[in-house]
């Protein structure tokens, strides 16, 4: 039989706050040494927002906590290196649409890969339940913050 947890959702919003940003710290370390300097964490980031499909730079503006000019002027940048292409939809001619370029999906799906490798290493010395664990929480954590609730 399980243990039963006891801390109260105080308790637990209180450990969220200071277990994420350690690991949003890890992943960027993780992702700045994939990249090999290629990309700094933010158009990274950019590049990962566009491969699950936002196409727009006020959503991703609002996705990286950045003004509309912040986001133009990187997806700009991203788009001189030939890693981001900007086009209009069929039937919206007045709004543009950001897509990744092959290379930009290239590059995005190396450097993930690249640091998806280095947490299996992190891993390998983990049991199978603890695994379980892992993935428990964080499927958890993808259902409370993942959902349109939180949408403003």
Known sequence: MGAFCLASESD???????????VMRGLRR???????????IPQWRVLAHV????????????LQGVS??????????????????????????????IGLSPEGRTLFHRTRK?????IVSELAGSTDQ????????LLLLKGLFNTAKHEV
């Open 12 to 22: 637990v919003a209180a450990l969220i706050f200071d277990v994420v940003p350690g």
């Open 30 to 40: 993780l992702m700045r040494a994939s990249a090999q300097s290629e990309l700094s």
């Open 51 to 62: 491969n699950r499909g936002v196409s727009t730079a006020a959503d991703l503006a609002e």
């Open 68 to 97: 509309l000019a912040a986001i133009c002027k990187m997806v700009d940048a991203l788009e001189s290196r030939g890693l981001i292409e900007r086009g209009h939809r069929e039937g919206n001619r007045k709004q543009l649409f």
């Open 114 to 118: 690249a640091a998806e490798r280095v």
């Open 130 to 137: 603890e695994r379980k664990k892992i993935e428990d929480g």
